[in-house]
């Protein structure tokens, strides 16, 4: 594993634990992960903000590792809602948070499984309670391509909040504004109009991944 990568993106606790794992990849990524999520939850309050995950702490007990150093304010293996195709029994469930300088913590839940591990962040632990959440894999059309990921992953969210809400699809749309040149995190609109619903939307690969509170 390239040690000048690890020291640009992690801290050097977080390196040990990642050099100790089992599975040093799974845990590389579960602090990616983390990290990432936290930024998407304090750039919609602070967009001001950058990203600088090798100042920024996560502190979460990982499935691969039993390291001293690797502790989180909750741990346990209980799945929340999980509505999408790809969430599997086997997938564990770990509370942390992220301990970023000049900031509250950022409280996320992290989600392990053997395929992917994925995260979302909230601005406390008993949030994370309240989140539905899902995974899907992009479908292959007969050309052998894949479809838009960030497309996809938009139809899913909208699927999923109509059953929720108990809506048809066509009265949701999920929309991007800009503000100046700067694109901000998606919008839910019902019926034309922007609805109190905070959402996210992340894609990686062949996985999409979307969020909701519920």
Known sequence: MDSRFLKKILTDDEIEIVNLAENSDTALWSFWACKEAAYKVIKKSHNEDSFMPRRWSVNIRLQSTKHPAS???????????????????????????????????????LFSHPSYVHCVGADSLSTLDYLSWGIDILPQREDGQNDNPSSFARQCLVRSLAGFLHLNSSDIKIRRIKKGTVLQPPSVYIGGKRAAIDVSLSHDGRFIAYTFIS
Request: charged residues 20%.
């Open 71 to 109: 502790s989180g304010t909750e741990s346990n293996d209980r799945l929340i809602n999980n509505i999408g195709q790809h969430n599997q029994p086997q997938t564990s469930y770990r509370k942390g948070q992220v301990i970023i300088p000049g900031r509250e913590a950022v409280s996320v839940g």
